[in-house]
């Protein structure tokens, strides 16, 4: 029960025991301030006295875990989970649509599929498209789609401040690796934490690491006969395609495929899933888990 709160809520065991703690401090305060204010107004016991002793607490709640949080050193858990409640019960503070940013550094059919898949959306948008390389064809699907796109450069070098300062200006809520070739920084990751994903063209923990991308993979595949190959994504951390995965989808590798064939088999199956996918993670983020 614990570990599960732990992963749903993706903390350690610590900052699980002061949430638990907050919850339980702010809710008994919220109780205690709830009965000193009815005992204050003179209402008497009974059913009145029940009604305006809920909405009390209603009210009190959100107020005295903020309080408790401070000290506790989870006020930025708590102000997520306390916007997550009101964006689930029609509040305006998380109406705003999610933002996606998409890095890429080859052809940009993924990115393209994703661009697609979320045209009209009024729930998720993809506002920003960052490749590493100048001739990149994604550079050519966000001229299309009217997207901004920055290039990476020596004056904007991956690993800068202020490319996090422009992630974070146009609120960013996750980022998507769609064939992006440099390893992302650690500073990066730390700066959106869970917020990284990636889509691998194996079935990951095979044919990852340095040096495994486009048709090295399928290549690798082939020469050791596997029967099945496949796609992966996963949050992305400091080690190259380690992150905890999020999604699997496999396709049969027959005597008589190239490192081309599979790597169309392949690309089938990042389009058809790969928007899907990220549907569903912007989804679990807005709902309280
Ligand atoms: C994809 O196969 C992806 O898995 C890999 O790079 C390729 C990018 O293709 N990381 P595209 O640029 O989206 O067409």
New binding site residues.
């Given amino acids: 029960m614990l570990k599960k709160l732990q992963d749903r809520w993706k903390v350690n065991g610590w900052s699980l025991l002061l949430i638990i703690l907050t919850f339980a401090i702010g809710g008994s305060l919220c109780g205690y301030l709830g009965r000193q204010i009815l005992g204050f107004l003179q209402i008497s016991k009974g059913a009145g006295w029940v009604m305006l002793y809920i909405l009390l607490i209603t009210l009190l709640w959100p107020v005295c875990v903020i309080f408790i949080s401070i000290p506790f050193g989870q006020f930025a858990f708590f102000k997520n989970y306390i916007s997550k409640i009101f964006a689930r019960f029609g509040g305006s503070s998380n109406n705003k649509p999610r933002r996606l940013a998409i890095f ?1 550094s ?6 393209q599929k994703i661009i697609e898949h979320f045209r009209g959306n009024k729930n998720v948008q993809v506002s920003l498209i960052i490749s590493n390389r100048a001739d990149a ?2 550079i050519r699907v966000a001229a299309d789609h009217q997207i901004e796109c920055i290039i990476l450069n020596k004056e904007l070098p991956l690993n800068s401040p202020a490319l996090i300062n422009i992630l974070k200006a146009k609120e960013i809520d996750l980022i998507v ?4 070739l440099k390893k992302i920084p650690q500073g990066l990751i730390k700066a959106f934490p869970h917020k990284i994903i ?4 194996a079935l990951l923990p095979l044919y990852g690491g340095k040096g495994m ?2 048709t090295h993979v399928h290549e690798a595949v082939i020469a050791n006969r596997e029967k099945q190959s496949g ?1 992966t994504i996963h949050y992305v951390d400091e080690v190259y395609d380690h992150g905890e995965i999020i999604f699997q989808e496999t396709c049969n590798v027959s005597s008589q495929d190239t490192p081309a064939t599979l ?1 169309q088999k ?2 089938i199956l ?1 389009h058809q899933h790969y928007p899907l996918v990220i549907e569903n993670i912007l989804k679990s983020k807005i709902e309280v888990k």
């Fill in positions: 890429a080859g052809a940009g059919s993924n990115a064809g994604v690796l769609a064939g992006f990636n889509i691998h063209p991308y486009g796609i790597a392949i690309h990042e």
